[in-house]
Every structure is written in C-alpha cells, then in structure tokens.
C-alpha cells in the first residue's frame, strides 16, 4: 500500500472553497484504479490548514494520480489559495489487518 498525505495552508477566507473544490473532485479521485481512499480534513484549531490523505495500492497508482487531468485541475484551482507550499509525506506501509 502507499499512503500520502498531504498539509497545506490557505487564507482563512478561502479555506471553505478550497475544501469544497476537493470535495468536487472526491469521487473521480475515489474511482480511479488503485485508489484505496480520498480523505479530506479541515483542522479544528487552524482555520488555514488543510490535510489530504491518500491511500493507494501501489506507488504506480498514485503516479498515474498525480498525472491524472483530476490532479492538473485540483493545481490550477488550489495552489493559487495556498499561502505557502504545500508539504507532502509519501509512506510505503502493509496493512497488518482491517478490524470491522
């Protein structure tokens, strides 16, 4: 599996938009092959930060995300709102087990 998530800031007038432009793109994201999950999250005590969580199941999948017309769109749209770069923290992981 590889999981990347990913922190970014906006102004907080423009964080609601940011959130809502990838909620947009959530469920073309969510139906590509080798996605596992989409997440996104607005932190509760910065109303600036944004985190994404990706899980796929391989790095070759994730690739094929990040060259993907969906990732082109989230940039054009999204990177003019952050004020500053965004961070992101690729991880290679095996899941030990899914408890329901």
Do not use: C
């Amino acid at each position: 599996m590889f999981i990347a998530i990913v922190d970014f800031k906006t102004a907080a007038t423009d964080r609601a938009n940011a959130l809502a432009q990838l909620d947009g793109q959530g469920n073309r994201v969510r139906a590509m092959p080798g996605n596992i999950a989409f997440r996104i999250y607005g932190a509760r005590e910065d109303d600036t930060a944004v985190t994404i969580v990706h899980e796929w199941n391989d790095e070759a999948s994730f690739a094929a995300y990040l060259r993907s017309d969906s990732f082109a769109q989230f940039g054009e749209v999204i990177r003019p709102m952050m004020i500053a770069a965004p961070v992101s923290r690729r991880f290679r992981a095996d899941l030990l087990e899914t408890v329901a």
